[in-house]
């Protein structure tokens, strides 16, 4: 799909987030940014119809291992996954894999929590070099430095107020920016919380 916002000008493979049981659980328990999520509160309401699309690419991608025909070919020379939703299995996560394998010319950015999805998968499969993971901090103003395992930064949320010289991703565009999505930029990302594409500020 072509994304609108920061994300204008890049293009997403996403699923369907109200349909995800991981999402569901963290959208409604705990302090986390989960509880503030746009895609709950955009698929439910304004972008409704958006979710018989996504539940297609949710139920492709996790029920079974994508044949070399069915993989995508992508023309971006970088590609986000997960605008919407959350790893489902294992399989979702290796279909992705082939993915950026199918597309060597291509950085694929894979947004997620599911550090125990990606651990599981990368201690018996090799890593796809053009694959970058993104660990998303559930956590806000609890700023982590150092990425987990096998993922390459981290994208923290925090308050306007805190820490606003650590702030690097300050409402540019993500194309005009591209610290998430090339290699050798940064391992820590940091973002004042947003609603509805708005940063909320203290009152």
């Known amino acids: ?69 069915e993989l995508p070919t992508i023309l971006d020379a970088f590609f986000r996954i997960n605008a919407h939703g959350e790893l489902i299995n294992a399989t979702h996560l290796e279909n992705i894999c082939r993915i950026a394998e199918h597309n060597p010319h291509c950085n694929v950015a894979v947004w997620t929590k599911r550090k125990d999805i990606v651990g599981r998968m990368f201690a018996k499969r090799a890593k796809p070099s053009n694959l970058i993971l993104i660990w998303s901090n559930p956590k806000i103003d609890a700023v982590v430095y150092n990425p987990p395992k096998h993922f390459d930064r981290v994208f923290n949320n925090v308050s306007y107020e805190h820490k606003p010289d650590e702030q690097n991703c300050t409402g540019q565009k993500c194309r ?28």
């Open 1 to 69: 799909s072509k994304m609108t916002g920061k994300l204008d000008g890049l293009r997403a493979i996403s699923t369907n987030t109200v349909t995800n049981s991981f999402c569901q659980k963290m959208n409604t328990s705990g302090d986390t940014i989960c509880r503030q999520c746009y895609s709950h509160g955009m698929l439910k309401s304004y972008r409704k119809n958006m979710q018989p699309s996504l539940q297609r690419n949710s139920d492709l991608l996790s029920s079974r291992v994508l044949e070399q025909s």
């Open 176 to 203: 005009d920016c591209l610290l998430c999505y090339k290699q050798d930029t940064t391992r820590v990302i940091v973002e004042a919380v947003k609603l509805n594409g708005r940063t909320i500020k203290a009152t």
